[in-house]
């Protein structure tokens, strides 16, 4: 290489020479002068060969250069632009780095130097694209039912949507392209709008997550209907998508566990009737305008998420025969529901829901079978057609008796009836996420064994969810706490009565445990194989070694589904939620009350109302008419109290008289049954939990029955159902809802709030309240001094109670604060506090002389919410202005609408003198945030207080929280 870089060097000097134009003696002399001393070679710097590169993010990229020189050369790489990277082997002619995590395609630069042995160098700067990896799913499904033409389909993966078009057919193909670092376990949710004609259709699919759907489409990555049957996305998936997320209290579903959970609590009934009712909107009421969606609602998915909506247009609808018609087109289509996974089928556990006592049917191989319940076990025989179970025994799958009430020479009376039911059909309708839909048709023989009605055969029919020995997983062992159902066993001490529909295993690595609910009895546990699955098997050695057996049929840190049996001579079954009961998982007392209720229809509830003072309402209703409407005895309204230790929740009822809120004070009462409740987990709105429910006979025998089972109820603001006014008459207008706005008492502790009296009528003694750190509270007035102690809640809301006049708990409530002065609210009083006990002195002084505190010129032109009591002392708000000469009341909160105008004067002392009355009304207080106005009622001789307030959010919290805080006292 370095005779190469001589001779280039040489013949370039020679050719410099040559077009000198010199003569030739001179070049000859030249030649002669380099042939007796040759010149020194220039060294020339080395010569890189390096091309742009790219590569994919997360991997390695290796560059190497191709250097030309004559000796040994020394290698630099660095980084000269673009997101930073690690490189290695940075002295050599080969360097490499890791690529970074992009969010798009990026570009760095990177610069070579490579210096020769006499310190010449070269530079190379060199491009490298940093490649995106991104994952890619193609889902092919169908918008339909009827097919939805050239409508809209969005695909929604987190903050991340993608979309397409439908053909004439419905058929949409989707891709689905995405950061291979995106949260892979969101879930998927498809949407289709149609258009044109079809405008009512907004049909949506829940599917699971994306991992599961990237999995299931295999190595082609192409999503269909073979693969997850969602990809259709139809009537039914929109009714399935709406009562999960009313499931959910309207909360977004984020994950796939969540999907999972609410799947198997929906009503399967209530799903086809949904799905129905859509079906008919969509496609039979285009000519019989009767059938369209009702007013006011622009699609059958807003439609489907409104229970009240949905229902009542069901119920106007479903004894029409296109209803009919279109639930059984619905249930025979195929691009609907999928029947395409339900072979193997040998045990359906039932799942009407966790309030049911869901059966176990289980088929054996040689025809016969077996039905339990959670009261026996019937044995039938069975064979099947196509999707069909036919189940008959001649003497009973089961048989029970029970009394009828009728009408016997003008006698209500009860008799004795007895049913058999004798033969049972079961159809697999559609295979779900969760299982199958089934629908179970019982046929019965009704006899009455004392003559007094002629016997009868019956039918009737019912829809429910099932899981299968499909779903079945392993048994989960831990050693958490474990919350089971049980298969309703009772056990008598001979004093108490106590069934278990559900229990709390504790289980031990070496194979022992105990049973909390019967007194920490002991138990031995294994795990036993049945059907290719691990079953949990406990015995109870105290009990006669009484043995029980827990399948497990989903799978989930939280909530999840287990088939309960006791082994004995007479088997019973019970399928129902199971969880771990964790540590960290208790009820707040800060955010505990609320209402409680069970899922409800129009028109049958039950719910509890946890007020903050300590009382409690529970509600049933029932329309026992039938007539559509509920009147004052359809709805039972029991009273009593709550309290919570320790994170649990305890619940007591009394009987004896319309005012048994505490039987301590209330003689007449007593406590006829008790409910305590341990979160078992809360979903947003979902409430999880054991309970132990106790029942008294009479007063004072006790506690004579005792039950456990596990339980779900929806925390809500509102009540399930609106009741008659004779019952809201009782127990007041509205429930316990969390307030807003209120001041926390956080910065009042520890220091006095000073005041005179509620209406500051008269300049009587200042009195106060003090509350302190340690939640008591110190009470001054009328020159008596008492104590007590406080809760406060999670909404600021304050309850007072001592020994005395505050048993019941008063409600208590910081308003609005402003210049060292709070508004509060106490029982059914609003009246301002001080923090000097000088300014509550001065303000009622200057009230009781009637002294304005301030003119009127800051009020004018601008924009007062005036928050006022009307005739019945409910707090409303009225939107004025003040003008030079007259007041403008508004008709709305814009202040574009005027109402009226009243002319008024000005005393140089600032009393405002209105037109056409003998009233006055001035200023009695003025702070930054809000004034008080009062007003001389001259006929009356009374004094009227009234709040400005400049912030028409902030009035409007002042107005619900004074009435919420009134209700209470009025309850």
């Known amino acids: 290489m370095k005779y190469l870089k001589t001779l280039l060097a040489t013949s370039i000097s020679l050719a410099l020479l040559a077009g000198c134009g010199s003569d030739d003696f001179k070049i000859d002399q030249q030649q002669s002068e380099q042939t007796e001393q040759p010149q020194e070679p220039v ?53 490499s780095f890791v690529a970074p995590s992009v969010a798009q395609d990026q570009s760095i630069s990177l610069t070579l130097t490579v210096k020769d042995e ?10 490298v694209e940093i490649k995106q990896q991104l994952v890619v799913l193609t889902v092919d499904g169908i918008a339909t039912d009827s097919p939805l033409m050239e409508a809209s389909v969005k695909a929604t993966l987190g903050e991340h949507e993608f979309t397409t078009t439908t053909t004439t057919d419905g058929l949409y193909s989707l891709i689905i392209k995405v950061d291979d670092d995106i949260d892979m376990s969101q879930v998927v949710t498809i949407e289709a709008q149609g258009n044109n004609d079809q405008q009512a ?142 072979s193997g089928i040998n045990t359906l556990y039932l799942n009407e829901g966790i309030e049911y006592y869901n059966p176990v049917i289980e088929f054996n191989n040689d025809g016969q079978g077996h039905y339990t319940t959670y009261a026996n076990q019937g044995s039938f025989t069975w064979q099947k057609s196509n999707n069909v179970y036919t189940l ?23 008799i004795d009836m007895e049913s058999s039911v004798y033969k049972v059909e079961i159809t697999i309708l559609t295979d779900t996420e969760n299982g199958v839909i089934l629908k179970e048709e019982h046929f019965s023989k009704v006899s009455y064994p004392n003559g007094e009605k002629p016997d009868y055969e019956d039918t009737s029919e019912f829809l429910t969810n099932a899981f299968t020995n499909n779903q079945q997983v392993d048994f989960v062992l831990t050693t958490t706490p474990l919350a089971v159902p049980f298969p309703s066993v009772t056990y008598n001490d001979g004093e108490v009565a106590t069934t278990l529909d559900a229990a709390t295993l504790m289980l031990h690595e070496d194979g022992s445990g105990s049973l909390v609910e019967l007194g920490n009895t002991p138990l031995q546990w294994q795990l036993v194989e049945s059907g290719g699955k691990k079953s949990l098997v406990i015995t109870l050695t105290d009990y006669n070694n009484q043995s029980f057996t827990f399948r497990q049929l989903t799978s989930a840190d939280g909530i ?119 979160l078992i987990e809360q979903v947003n709105d979902s409430v999880y939990f054991t309970r132990k429910m106790m029942w008294a006979d009479m007063p004072g025998t006790g506690f004579t029955q005792v039950g456990h089972n596990n339980r779900k109820l929806i925390k809500q603001n509102d009540r399930p159902i609106q009741l008659p006014e004779e019952i809201l008459q009782v127990i007041g207008q509205f429930p316990y809802v969390n307030l807003t706005g209120l001041i926390s008492l956080n910065n009042y502790l520890e220091k006095p709030l000073y005041y005179v009296s509620y209406e500051y009528s008269s300049e009587g003694e200042v009195g106060y309240f003090q509350f302190n750190a340690d939640q008591t509270f110190d009470y001054y007035q009328d020159g008596v001094l008492s104590d007590g102690s406080y809760q406060a809640f999670a909404d600021n809301q304050v309850i007072l109670r001592d020994d005395t006049s505050f048993f019941y708990g008063k409600r208590y409530g910081l308003l609005a604060e402003s210049n060292n002065v709070v508004i509060a609210a106490f029982d059914s009083f609003v009246w301002p506090h001080f923090e000097s006990e000088v300014d509550a002195k001065g303000y009622a002084e200057a009230v009781a002389k009637n002294t304005p505190a301030s003119g009127i010129d800051h009020l004018l032109e601008k924009k007062v919410y005036m928050v006022d009591r009307d005739q019945k002392g409910k707090w409303v708000m009225t939107f004025l202005k003040f003008g030079n000469d007259k007041i403008t009341i508004y008709s709305d909160e814009s202040f574009s609408s005027i109402e009226t105008e009243i002319a008024y004067t000005v005393t140089e002392e600032g009393v405002i003198n209105l037109s056409n009355t003998e009233n006055t009304m001035y200023l009695s207080l003025v702070t930054d945030a809000f004034n008080i106005i009062v007003t001389n009622d001259v006929e009356n001789e009374h004094k009227d207080f009234n709040y400005f307030l400049f912030d028409l959010n902030k009035a409007k919290d002042f107005i619900n929280n004074s009435n919420a805080l009134r209700e209470s006292a009025y309850r």
């Not at 590169?53 to 020394?74: F, M, N, R």
């Not at 006499?118 to 491009?127: R, W």
């Not at 025994?393 to 020479?409: A, H, M, T, Y």
């Open 560 to 678: 999840v589904h287990i088939a309960a049996f006791n082994n004995d001579d007479a088997p019973k079954a019970f399928v129902n939620i199971a969880s771990k009961i964790k540590s960290n998982e208790y009820f707040d007392i800060q955010t505990m009350p609320s209402v409680y209720a069970h899922t409800s229809d129009a028109l049958s509830a039950f719910w509890f109302e946890l007020w903050p003072d300590g009382r409690l309402i529970t509600v049933s209703t029932y329309d026992y008419n039938n007539d559509a409407e509920l009147s004052a005895n359809e709805v039972g309204v029991t009273r009593g109290n709550w309290s919570m230790q320790d994170g649990k929740v305890s619940l007591s009822r009394y009987t004896g008289g319309e005012g048994c809120y505490y039987a301590d004070i209330s003689p007449s009462c007593w406590e006829y049954n008790r409910r305590e409740w341990r």
């Open 118 to 127: 006499q310190g010449l160098s070269a530079t190379k700067n060199v491009d």
């Open 201 to 342: 259709a907004l049909l949506q699919s829940r599917l699971m997550s994306f991992a599961t759907l990237k999995n299931r489409a295999g190595d082609d990555g192409v999503l269909s209907q073979a693969d997850d049957f969602a990809v259709n996305v139809t009537n039914l998936t929109t009714a399935k998508a709406a009562l999960m997320l009313r499931e959910n209290s309207l909360a977004e579903i984020m994950t796939e566990q969540d999907l999972q959970r609410l799947g198997s609590e929906i009503n399967a009934d209530e799903l086809i009737q949904v799905a129905t009712a859509i079906k008919v909107i969509l496609d039979k009421s285009s000519s019989n305008d009767a059938l369209a969606l009702p007013a006011g609602v622009d699609n059958v998915l807003e439609l489907a998420l409104d229970e009240q909506k949905i229902t009542d247009y069901i119920a106007a609808v479903k004894d029409e025969p296109v209803f009919t018609q279109a639930k059984e087109e619905m249930l025979a289509d195929g691009k609907v529901v999928d029947n395409s996974n339900v």
């Open 43 to 95: 060294n020339q710097a080395p010569i890189i060969t390096l091309d742009n590169a790219q590569g994919v993010e997360k991997q390695t990229i290796t560059l190497t250069a191709s250097v030309e020189d004559e000796g040994d050369v020394t290698y630099l790489w660095a980084q000269s632009d673009g997101i930073a990277v690690s490189l290695e082997n940075t002295e050599t002619d080969t360097v």
């Open 392 to 414: 008959e025994n001649p003497d009973g799958i089961f048989n029970f008796s029970s009394s009828e009430q009728v009408l016997i020479d003008g006698q209500q009376v009860y």
